[in-house]
């Protein structure tokens, strides 16, 4: 038997001030767009919505807008990655889920952390610097 298809969502959060939000899970290394896994029954952007809210504390104010699906071959094949823009939402505080969130922050572009995933960095690129876009993770 062969694993299927996989779809998550992930949300480029950014503020007024052009800040990204990123997460340090607790069980893999790297920093990464918020977000998880779709569940049977739910669309790409209630999944998008959910997790922005169980993991960051973030809720959407306006609709998320699609910034590409990529191919994330390197967890292992047939697992996509669906990115969205978030520009409309509302924080609460500086909420984050424990035990699965080490940590999050809003950073500058200028002041990214070290250890972002490569493919989170890759779609930060393809998002503020005009990157053209690569379909894998």
């Given at each position: 038997m062969r694993r299927?298809?996989?779809?998550?969502?992930?949300?480029?959060v950014?503020?007024?001030?052009?800040?990204?939000?990123?997460?340090?899970?607790?069980?893999?290394?790297g920093?990464?767009?918020p977000?998880?896994g779709v569940?049977?029954g739910?669309?790409i952007?209630?999944?998008?919505?959910?997790?922005?809210e169980?993991?960051?504390?973030?809720?959407l104010?306006?609709?998320?807008?699609l910034?590409g699906?990529?191919s994330n071959n390197?967890?292992?094949?047939?697992d996509?990655?669906?990115v969205?823009?978030v520009?409309e939402?509302?924080r609460?505080?500086?909420?984050?889920k424990?035990?699965?969130?080490?940590?999050?922050g809003?950073?500058?572009l200028?002041?990214?952390?070290e250890?972002?995933d490569?493919g989170?960095?890759?779609?930060?690129?393809?998002?503020?610097d005009g990157a053209p876009?690569?379909?894998l993770?």
């Amino acid at each position: 038997m062969r694993r299927g298809l996989t779809l998550g969502a992930q949300g480029a959060v950014i503020d007024a001030e052009g800040r990204v939000l990123l997460v340090r899970h607790g069980y893999r290394p790297g920093w990464w767009f918020p977000g998880g896994g779709v569940e049977w029954g739910e669309t790409i952007e209630t999944a998008l919505a959910r997790e922005l809210e169980e993991e960051v504390g973030v809720t959407l104010t306006g609709r998320p807008a699609l910034h590409g699906v990529f191919s994330n071959n390197a967890s292992f094949p047939g697992d996509h990655i669906a990115v969205f823009l978030v520009r409309e939402f509302e924080r609460r505080g500086n909420y984050v889920k424990r035990g699965e969130i080490a940590e999050a922050g809003m950073f500058a572009l200028h002041d990214l952390p070290e250890q972002i995933d490569p493919g989170t960095r890759a779609r930060i690129a393809e998002i503020f610097d005009g990157a053209p876009l690569n379909p894998l993770w």
